[in-house]
């Protein structure tokens, strides 16, 4: 079930006075009212919080074995650091040989197709790059992943559990 908290805070805006004895004068107080989802985990961006999140799977080029231990480490930080570009998190990532799971958080204003294209695009040119030897055994062009991908949307409720919850709310009755 989803819940809430209401969060009372008092904001107050102050102006120094004097830096050297750090004196300060209020400027402004204002009591904001907020219901804020208790999920630490969700997404705050504009005017809307969002908690999307999806299970990708990369396949390496005819699913040829060539991901090893430390080239999965690498594509773990590349990863990371391109979600945060997205505005987005990897929550989970692991891999075998020939394929990898992602299991990633982003925002609404995010479009998966552009998200996924930019994180095959990058890896592959950062994997060729920095791992030339162990790449260059198993491909002779620039490639690295197969064209395709596998993603469905996943969240912190099945879709049973959602229905019930949304079946349960308090219509009037008129």
């Not at 080029?61 to 773990?76: C, Q």
Request: hydrophobic share 40%; net charge positive; with cysteine.
């Amino acid at each position: 079930m989803i819940g809430v908290w209401i969060e009372l805070v008092l904001v107050c805006r102050f102006h120094y006075i004097a830096a050297d004895t750090h004196q300060l004068v209020l400027l402004d107080r204002r009591v904001l009212f907020g219901v804020k989802p208790v999920s630490k985990d969700f997404i705050y961006k504009a005017r809307g919080v969002s908690d999307l999140k999806c299970h990708l799977v990369l396949t390496t080029k005819y699913r040829r074995k060539v991901l090893t231990d430390p080239m999965l480490s690498r594509l773990e930080e590349i990863f990371k650091n391109l979600m945060e570009k997205w505005e987005g998190r990897l929550v989970e990532f692991n891999g075998e040989r020939d394929h990898v799971h992602l299991l990633l958080q982003y925002t609404p204003q995010t479009e998966p197709s552009k998200l996924i294209n930019n994180l095959k695009t990058v890896s592959s040119r950062y994997l060729r790059k920095e791992f030339v030897d162990e790449v260059e055994k198993v491909y002779w062009k620039d490639v690295f992943w197969t064209n395709g991908y596998f993603i469905a949307s996943c969240g912190g409720v099945t879709v049973e559990q959602l229905k019930k919850y949304i079946e349960e709310q308090d219509r009037p009755s008129e």
